[in-house]
C-alpha cells in the first residue's frame, strides 16, 4: 500500500516537473518577447512623463540677469583676446589665462599635470581661478569650467566658450549677491585634464611614474555643481544642445537638465536640444514616436559606452553634478541664431539658480531615460523590461538543470505487449559538471588573461592594442579549439567504453545503476545562462543602457543556441556567437562608424585607464568568457 | 611715566573723591562696604573712546575698523581686584548694563564674542586689526570657578549672551565646548602685568576655566547689530557710530563685530585698574566693484556722515593709514589733508604713515560747524592698476576636505610660513564627534616631504578624543614652523552614520566644521593694516603706547623671547568646512510612516477593538435580572 501510494505520488511529481519545466522555456521565451515590446514602449509619449522642476530652491529663471549689452562687448573683446591666446603653447597659453582672470580680480593659479598611459603620454596645463562670494563663509562653491579642446572637430579651440568665462567673472565680480564660491575651470586635453583638477582638488593628487598631478594652490569649499561651456569657434550658434552622460553611465541630478530647459524656453529663448543629433529635432516640433525612441536610443549609447560626452563626466564621480552646454550650428534647422548676449543670459542665470540652492541637488532623480529634452522615464518605470529578460535567463536554466536529473526515473515495463512507465522515486540520473565548470573556469581565466594583456605595457617593439587584441583571439580560439576537441575525443571514448560495457555485461539492473548522466552541453548551457542572468541583471543596477544593449544582443543566441547533430548547423551558431563577442562587435563598430578598428580598441584601453571605465573590464572579463563557452558549448558533441 | 597720564591721574583723583563720596552714599552695597574697611577705594572713572581706522587695500578694497573702548575702574591694590566679580558694577554711567551684569551674575573674568560673515583673505588683506576674523560665531571667556560653578556659568553665559545678542549662542553646548590647553591665553594687560610685578599674585591662586566654542554656520545680520550698538554710550546717535547703516555695512565682502572685556592696568605700576570693553567693527568694502575705481568718501562708504563727535566720548578719531606709494603705480589725495595729523609709526623698516583727524577738535566750541558732516575722502589720479599683486603675509594657513564619497575623508592643514626666520604657533583644532578620527593617520608633510619623525615641527601634542553625543575632539599642537617652509598636517576619519533624528531640517546641505585657530607670535611687517589685538590701537592715542610696549616686553621676557623685534601674538582663522554625512532619504520613511499609521490606525485599530471588546446581547430587564441574580449567588 505504501509502495503503491509512493509511487502514485512519484507519478504525479514527475508529471508536475514535466509540466514545469517544459512550460518554463516557453514562458521564457514569452518574457523575451514581452521585454522587448517593453523596452519598445520607453520612450512612447503615454508612457514618459513631463519634466518638472522638483527642487524648489532653484527659482529658474527668477533672478534678475546682469548680463548687459556692455558684458556682451567685453565678451567679443575678450573672444578676441582668446583668439590671440590660443596661437600661444600650452604652458604660456595657460599663463595668459591666468593673467586675464588676474586682471579681473580674482585669485587665479595654473596647474600640471602629466599622464602616462600604456599608449601614450599625455602633458597638459589647467587654469583656474575662484571668485569669493563676498561674505560668504565659502564652504560652498559652484564651477564652470571650460575644455580648451571643443568636441566640435571643426574647430580648434573652445574659443567662446573660454570667452564666456572670463566674461561672467567680471560680471560676478561686480554682483555682491553670490552665497557660494564660484571657480572657473579652463582645462586642458580631453577629459584627462579637468580629472587631474578635480583629483588635485580632491586632495588625491599622484605623484608616481604614471602620473603626476600638481597640487592647487588656491581652494574654496565644498562644489555642489558645475555647468561646462564648449562654444566652439567664433561664430553664432542656432541649436543649444546638452550632454551629460558621465563615466559608466552615471548621471547628474535631473534638476540640472531641467533648470537649464527651463531657463532657455522663458528667461533667455534659445534652441534646445539633447546631445547634437543629426536629425533636426527639437521642442517645438511635432513630435513623434519615432523621434522619441531615437533620442531615446542616443542616450543609451552615450550611457552604454561609458565614457563621458564631455567634460562634466568627470565631475559625477565626486558627487558634483553637472552637465555640458555645447553649441552648434545646424544648417537647416528653423531655429533663430544667439550669440554670446543670450548665451551669457542663459549661463548667469543657471549659476544664478544653482546659487540659490540651500542643499546638495538631491530632490530629482538620478535614475531617468530621456527621450526628448522634457520628457523622462524613470528608474520604476524602465527596470522593469531589463529585469524580465533576466528571468527568463533563468528559469531556461533552471529548466535545463531540471531536465538534467531532477525528473525521477521511469522505468520502462513490457507487460502484455502494452508499455507502461513505472516512475521510480528516489532515483534520479547524476550530473556531470567537470567539462562544464573546466570550460567555465578556463574562459574566465583567459578572459581576465586577455584584459591583461590589453592594459599592460610588455615594452616589446611595435606593440600596438590591435596586435594585442589579435594575440588575445589567438589565445582564446586555442583556449575553444583545445576544449571542444578535447569533449569531442573524450566523448568518444566514453561511448566506446560504453559500448564494450554494454556488450560485455547485459544485466538490466546494472543499466540502471549506470545511466549515462545528461550530456555536457546542457550542463554548460545551464551555467551560461545563470551567468548571463547575473551578469544582466546586475549590470542593470549599474549602467542600465549597457545592460540592455548587452542583453538584447545575447539573449537570443544564448537561449536558442544549442549543439545540432548538422555540423553545418553549429557551424553557423559558431558563427553567430563570434560575431557577437568583443572582437566581432569591434569590427561591426568599426564598419558601421567607419572608423579604424585600432582607434576604438585604443579609446576603449584609454577609457579604461585614464577615466576607470568598465566598458573594457565589463567585455573582457565577463562578457567574453561567457561567449567563449557558449561558442564551446554549440560545438560540443550532442550525444 | 609720561606727562600726559601724570596730569589725567591727578584730575582722575579729583573726579574720583567726588565719584566716590556719590557712590558710597548712592549704593551702600555690602560688598563695597566689605571692601572699604580693608583698602580705601578710589573709583577711577569710566572712560569712553571712539576710533575709525580706514586703509585702503590693495585689491581695491576699503577697510575699516571701529573701535570703541569703555573703561570702568577702580584703584586699589591688585589683591582686591577681582576683575569682573567684584564691586565695579554698582553703578553705570558710561559701561552698559547688561553687560555688567551679565559679567558680574556669571563670574566672567575676561569674555570674547565675535560675530563674522565672510572669510578674511590673508594673502590679499593681510592681517586685520581685530583679534578674531573666524567665519561665524566665536565665544570665549575665563570663568572665576571659586565654588566650582563653572559649567552652569557658562551655560547661563551663552544662553544670556543668546538672548542678549539674538544669535543662536545657546547652541555651544557641551557637545561642542572645548577647554583649550595652549591657545585662547589670557589677555588684558593686568595679568601680563601682574605675574610679572607679583610673583604671589591673587588670580593665579583663583581657580579658572577657559571655556571656548564656535558656531560655524551662525549667519549675523541686522539683528545682531542692533542690540550691539545699544550698548555704545552714544548709541549711533552721533560720533563715530552715526556711520553704522547696516544697509551698507552687510554689503561688503567681510563684516566682523565683537565684543571683548577684560581687565586692564590704567598705568606702568598696575596702580589703577579697570575692566575695558571693547567693541569692535570691522568691514572689508569693495570699492572697485561698480566702476572700478579705487576712489572712496566717507559718505561713498557709509552713505552717512558724521556731524559731531560723540559728546561722552574721552577720544574721538579718525585715522587713515596712508598707502605706501611703491605698493601703487599712481598718486593719491586725501582731503582733508592735515598737515599736523600725520605721523609715522614704527621704525624705518616697519614704517607706516598714517593720518589723524581728531573729531573733538574739530568740533570743539565752534557750534556753527557743528552741523556741517565731516569730509573724508581719497582720489586716485588713474584708473585701477593692472594687476592685483599678492602681499605675502608670514604665515597663512588653509584647511580642506580631502577625498571624496560618503563613508570616510580626511583632513589636510597647510601652514606656510613666509617669514626668514622660525616660527613657534600653536594651532588648535576642534572637531564634530561625527567625525571618528584616527590619531595613528596623522602624518606631517614638509614642503611636500613625508616626515617620518616630526619631533622637530611637532613640540606637543595634546588630543582630547571625541565622545559620542557628549565631547568634540580637540588636536593642539605646539609647532615649530621652519622659516620659508610649507607644513601640511593630514589625519583620516570615519563619517558617522547619525539617527535620522539627528540629522538637522536641511539634512543634504551637509555640517559645518569650525576653524582650525593657529596661535603665532610675529613681528611687524611693513605694509601691513596691523595684527590681531585691540591693543595695536593704544599705540594710535599716545597715552597708551608706553604701555603696550611694555607689556610687549613683559611678554617677551616671560616666553624667553630676547628678540628685540616686536611681536605680538595673532590668530589666524582656516577655513570652515562644509562635510557631508551619508543622509537617508528622508521623504520615503516620511511617506512609510504616513502609509503605515493610516493602515493601523484605520484597520488595526478597529479590529483590535473588535476583538478585546466584551459583546453582549442586550436583552430585557427581565433577564438582566435573572443574570444578576445569579451573579449574585
Known amino acids: ?639 | 611715566m609720561r606727562p600726559i597720564s601724570g596730569q589725567m591721574l591727578l584730575s582722575t583723583g579729583v573726579l574720583l573723591c567726588i565719584a566716590s563720596s556719590l557712590s558710597t552714599i548712592a549704593d551702600a552695597s555690602q560688598q563695597a562696604l566689605h571692601v572699604k574697611e580693608t583698602v580705601p577705594i578710589l573709583k577711577a572713572p569710566e572712560a569712553f573712546h571712539e576710533q575709525l581706522v580706514l586703509k585702503p587695500l590693495n585689491d581695491g578694497g576699503a577697510y575699516s575698523h571701529f573701535q570703541f573702548t569703555t573703561h570702568i575702574g577702580t584703584m586699589m591694590d591688585e589683591e582686591h581686584f577681582d576683575g569682573a566679580a567684584s564691586n565695579l558694577f554698582s553703578h553705570y554711567n558710561l559701561f552698559p548694563r547688561s553687560i555688567g551684569q551679565i559679567l558680574h551674575s556669571f563670574e566672567v573674568e575676561e569674555l570674547h564674542l565675535t560675530f563674522t560673515q565672510g572669510r578674511w583673505q590673508y594673502s590679499d588683506w593681510g592681517y586685520p586689526l581685530a583679534p578674531s576674523v573666524g567665519t561665524g560665531v566665536e565665544l570665549w571667556a575665563w570663568l572665576n570657578n571659586n565654588r566650582l560653578q563653572a559649567e552652569g556659568n557658562w551655560r547661563g553665559l551663552t544662553n544670556t549672551l543668546s538672548g542678549l545678542f539674538c544669535a543662536s549662542l545657546n547652541f555651544i553646548d557641551d557637545t561642542i565646548s572645548i577647554e583649550p590647553k595652549l591657545s585662547f591665553r589670557n589677555e588684558g594687560l593686568y595679568n601680563v602685568h601682574s605675574s610679572k610685578l607679583s610673583p604671589s599674585n591673587t588670580t593665579s591662586t583663583t581657580p579658572r576655566k577657559l571655556r571656548y566654542g564656535s558656531l560655524p554656520h551662525e549667519n549675523v545680520c541686522t539683528e545682531n547689530l542692533t542690540p550691539w550698538i545699544k550698548l555704545l554710550p552714544c548709541k549711533s546717535k552721533s560720533g563715530i557710530a552715526s556711520l553704522l547703516k547696516s544697509h551698507k555695512l552687510f554689503d561688503t565682502r567681510f563684516y566682523s563685530m565683537a565684543i571683548h572685556v577684560r581687565p586692564v592696568c590704567e598705568d606702568d605700576k598696575c596702580k589703577v585698574k579697570s575692566l575695558e570693553l571693547v567693541q569692535t567693527i570691522t568691514t572689508v568694502f569693495d570699492v572697485a566693484r561698480q566702476d572700478g575705481s579705487y576712489d572712496w568718501s566717507l559718505s561713498s562708504l557709509f552713505e552717512r556722515e558724521i556731524t559731531q563727535a560723540c559728546p561722552l566720548a574721552s577720544t574721538s578719531n579718525i585715522i587713515v593709514h596712508l598707502p605706501q606709494t611703491t605698493q601703487f603705480d599712481k598718486q593719491y589725495e586725501l582731503t582733508p589733508m592735515l598737515p599736523e595729523g600725520r605721523y609715522t609709526i614704527g621704525s624705518d623698516e616697519n614704517k607706516q604713515e598714517i593720518a589723524v583727524y581728531d573729531l573733538k577738535k574739530a568740533y570743539s566750541g565752534d557750534t556753527s560747524s557743528s552741523s556741517e558732516p565731516f569730509k573724508l575722502s581719497m582720489q586716485w589720479e588713474s584708473s585701477r592698476p593692472k594687476s592685483v599683486q599678492p602681499i605675502s603675509p608670514g604665515i597663512v594657513a588653509h584647511r580642506y576636505f580631502t577625498g571624496y564619497g560618503q563613508e570616510r575623508g580626511g583632513l589636510s592643514i597647510e601652514i606656510y610660513n613666509n617669514d626668514s626666520q622660525d616660527v613657534e604657533a600653536v594651532l588648535l583644532d576642534t572637531l564634530p564627534w561625527y567625525l571618528k578620527l584616527y590619531l595613528h593617520t596623522f602624518t606631517v608633510h614638509l614642503n611636500d616631504q613625508l616626515l617620518e619623525n616630526y619631533r622637530d615641527i611637532v613640540k606637543k601634542m595634546y588630543y582630547q578624543q571625541a565622545v559620542d553625543r557628549a565631547r568634540p575632539a580637540v588636536l593642539e599642537l605646539a609647532l615649530n614652523l621652519p622659516s620659508h617652509s610649507k607644513i601640511k598636517f593630514s589625519i583620516s576619519f570615519d563619517k558617522v552614520f547619525l539617527k535620522y533624528t539627528e540629522h538637522p531640517p536641511d539634512a543634504n546641505r551637509g555640517f559645518d566644521i569650525g576653524y582650525a585657530v593657529i596661535t603665532v607670535p610675529l613681528a611687524r611687517q611693513k605694509g601691513q593694516i596691523g595684527y590681531g589685538s585691540v591693543d595695536h590701537l593704544r599705540i594710535y592715542q599716545g597715552r597708551d603706547a608706553s604701555l603696550v610696549q611694555s607689556r610687549r616686553l613683559s611678554t617677551q621676557q616671560q616666553e624667553g623671547n630676547d628678540d628685540d623685534n616686536e611681536t605680538d601674538k595673532v590668530r589666524i582663522y582656516t577655513e570652515t568646512l562644509l562635510l557631508s554625512l551619508p543622509t537617508p532619504d528622508f521623504s520615503m520613511p516620511y511617506n512609510v510612516i504616513t502609509l503605515t499609521c493610516t493602515v493601523i490606525a484605520l484597520f488595526f485599530g478597529s479590529m483590535f477593538n473588535l476583538m478585546t471588546r466584551n459583546f453582549e446581547v442586550v436583552g430585557s430587564d427581565k433577564t438582566k435580572g435573572k443574570d444578576k441574580e445569579k451573579k449574585d449567588e
Request: glycine share 6%.
Open chain 1, 1 to 639: 500500500m505504501g509502495l503503491l501510494s509512493r509511487l502514485s505520488k512519484a507519478k504525479r511529481r514527475q508529471m508536475f516537473g514535466h509540466f514545469v519545466l517544459y512550460t518554463m522555456p516557453i514562458l521564457s521565451y514569452a518574457m523575451v518577447a514581452v521585454s522587448f515590446l517593453w523596452l519598445l514602449a520607453l520612450p512612447h509619449r503615454s508612457y514618459s512623463k513631463v519634466t518638472y522642476i522638483s527642487e524648489n530652491a532653484l527659482q529658474p529663471g527668477a533672478a534678475n540677469v546682469q548680463f548687459d549689452w556692455n558684458d556682451f562687448v567685453v565678451a567679443e573683446a575678450y573672444r578676441q583676446t582668446v583668439n590671440i591666446i590660443s596661437e600661444l603653447p600650452p604652458l604660456e597659453r595657460a599663463e595668459a589665462l591666468r593673467r586675464e582672470f588676474a586682471q579681473v580680480g580674482l585669485k587665479s593659479a595654473t596647474q600640471n599635470y602629466t599622464l602616462h598611459t600604456s599608449t601614450v603620454t599625455r602633458h597638459g596645463v589647467n587654469t583656474y581661478a575662484i571668485f569669493y562670494a563676498p561674505r560668504s563663509d565659502g564652504t560652498e562653491a559652484l564651477i564652470l569650467s571650460a575644455p580648451w579642446k571643443s568636441r566640435n572637430p571643426k574647430f580648434t579651440a573652445n574659443t567662446n566658450g573660454v570667452a564666456m568665462l572670463l566674461a561672467l567673472a567680471k560680471v560676478f565680480k561686480r554682483g555682491s549677491h553670490f552665497s557660494k564660491d564660484i571657480i572657473f575651470v579652463i582645462s586642458d586635453g580631453d577629459t584627462e585634464g579637468l580629472q587631474a583638477w578635480l583629483k588635485a582638488y580632491h586632495g588625491n593628487e599622484e605623484r608616481t611614474k604614471t602620473r603626476f598631478e600638481e597640487t592647487l594652490h588656491i581652494r574654496s569649499g565644498a562644489i555642489q555643481a558645475a555647468l561646462n561651456l564648449d562654444f566652439a569657434g567664433t561664430g553664432d550658434y542656432n541649436v543649444l544642445g546638452i550632454f551629460f552622460e558621465g563615466v559608466n553611465g552615471q548621471l547628474p541630478n535631473l534638476d540640472m537638465i531641467n533648470t537649464v530647459v527651463e531657463i532657455a524656453r522663458g528667461k533667455a529663448p534659445v534652441e534646445i536640444t539633447l546631445h547634437d543629433d543629426i536629425m533636426p529635432y527639437t521642442e517645438s516640433m511635432p513630435r513623434n514616436y519615432t523621434n522619441s525612441l531615437n533620442k531615446m536610443f542616443y542616450m543609451m549609447k552615450y550611457q552604454a559606452a561609458g565614457t563621458p560626452t564631455g567634460n562634466h563626466g568627470v565631475y559625477l564621480k565626486y558627487k558634483i553634478d553637472a552637465i555640458t552646454l555645447y553649441g552648434f550650428d545646424k544648417p537647416g534647422w528653423p531655429s533663430p541664431r544667439y550669440n554670446l548676449f543670450r548665451l551669457g543670459a542663459v549661463v548667469e542665470s543657471t549659476v544664478r539658480s544653482l546659487n540659490n540652492l540651500l542643499e546638495h541637488l538631491h530632490q530629482s532623480f538620478f535614475f531617468y531615460l530621456l527621450s526628448g529634452v522634457r520628457r523622462y522615464t524613470s528608474i520604476g518605470l524602465y527596470m522593469p523590461p531589463i529585469i524580465i529578460l533576466g528571468v527568463s535567463f533563468i528559469l531556461q536554466a533552471l529548466s535545463l538543470w531540471g531536465i538534467s536529473s531532477d525528473l525521477p526515473l521511469e522505468l520502462k515495463v513490457l507487460s502484455e505487449a502494452k508499455a507502461t512507465a513505472i516512475v521510480l522515486p528516489y532515483s534520479r540520473r547524476s550530473r556531470n559538471l567537470r567539462v562544464a565548470t573546466t570550460v567555465v573556469n578556463l574562459s574566465f581565466i583567459t578572459g581576465y588573461g586577455t584584459f591583461y594583456l590589453l592594459t599592460t605595457n610588455l615594452g616589446f617593439p611595435g606593440e600596438t592594442p590591435l596586435i594585442k587584441l589579435i594575440a588575445s583571439v589567438g589565445i582564446c580560439s586555442t583556449l575553444v579549439f583545445s576544449a571542444v576537441s578535447t569533449a569531442h575525443i573524450r566523448h568518444r571514448v566514453l561511448k566506446e567504453r560504453q559500448i564494450k560495457a554494454n556488450s560485455a555485461d547485459k544485466t538490466p539492473e546494472k543499466n540502471i545503476a549506470e545511466l549515462i548522466p545528461a550530456a555536457d552541453w546542457i550542463i554548460l548551457k545551464t551555467f551560461i545562462l545563470a551567468l548571463s542572468a547575473l551578469f544582466v541583471t546586475t549590470l542593470s543596477a549599474l549602467n542600465f543602457s549597457l545592460a540592455v544593449f548587452i542583453g538584447t544582443t545575447i539573449v537570443l543566441p544564448y537561449k536558442f543556441f544549442r549543439p545540432c547533430s548538422k555540423r553545418f548547423l553549429s557551424a553557423v551558431q559558431a558563427a553567430v556567437l563570434v560575431m557577437i563577442s568583443p572582437p566581432g562587435l569591434l569590427f561591426a563598430t568599426a564598419w558601421w562608424f567607419s572608423k579604424d578598428v585600432g582607434l576604438i580598441l585604443s579609446w576603449a584601453i584609454e577609457g579604461y585607464e585614464v577615466l576607470g571605465t568598465w566598458l573594457l573590464p565589463t567585455l573582457c572579463c565577463i562578457y567574453w568568457p561567457i561567449n567563449l563557452a557558449a561558442i564551446v558549448m554549440v560545438l560540443l558533441p550532442v550525444s
